[in-house]
């Protein structure tokens, strides 16, 4: 395989990237982007020869590769996990099936796994001195998002979940609020969303729904109805 025409290899924080040089048409491009057919690569040892490199060479088999990303720690060693999308989506079920017979014919183990994709983050306990407005402006500092929505589960408090495009974006955008997270107060806490949890903050009701960058508010971010 000519590795170095086919893909480019990029390193940010702690993620390694390998993607496609292809140019891909707009649509296939944005979907692929919002996370369409990605798989989800766990059990990845700290081998020297589980590489990146070697996880495209053989996911390629199957065929062109739009982008891995492989998770590594401070130290430039494997987390654990990655996960992979193909060109093609479709063949993202042949993948499941096909991948983990390859790995471990090559005495790799990787297991392979449809990914969730999750794109959301829940910020709760944020100090009453701020109001979802200022919440909303601090947060467009930190880290982009695509959507945020606000519910007041009990007067004056709130909860607020933020969309992401894509899980790396998601992932990012954690790591960056972790890291400021005490300038919403002492008690803030940023974590993953899970759709179920939200019944346990009772009826709440949406105190704003935005879609950022698209200049679309189905509630104004100082009224709540």
Known sequence: MDFENLYRTSQVNGTIYITTRKELDKDLKSSLEEGAGELFLTAIRQN????????VEVASELGEIYAL?????????????????????????????YLPR??????????????NNNRELLLNRVHKSFSPWQVYQEMRKIYPFAILRVYEFR???????????????AANAHQSIRNTIRRFGGRAHISWFKSEELSKWGQGKLLLLSKIG????TAGPKHCK
Do not use: M, W
């Open 48 to 55: 020297p020869h589980c590489t990146p490199e070697k996880i």
């Open 69 to 97: 990303r492989f998770k590594i720690d401070f130290s430039g060693q494997s987390r654990g996990y990655a996960y992979l999308q193909y060109v093609n989506e479709a063949l993202k079920e042949a993948a499941l099936e």
């Open 102 to 115: 390859r790995f471990s014919q090559l005495n790799l183990q990787i297991r392979v796994l449809t990914s």
């Open 155 to 169: 007067y004056d408090e709130f909860i607020y979940i933020f969309g992401y495009r894509n899980n790396d974006a």
């Open 214 to 217: 698209q200049g679309k508010h």
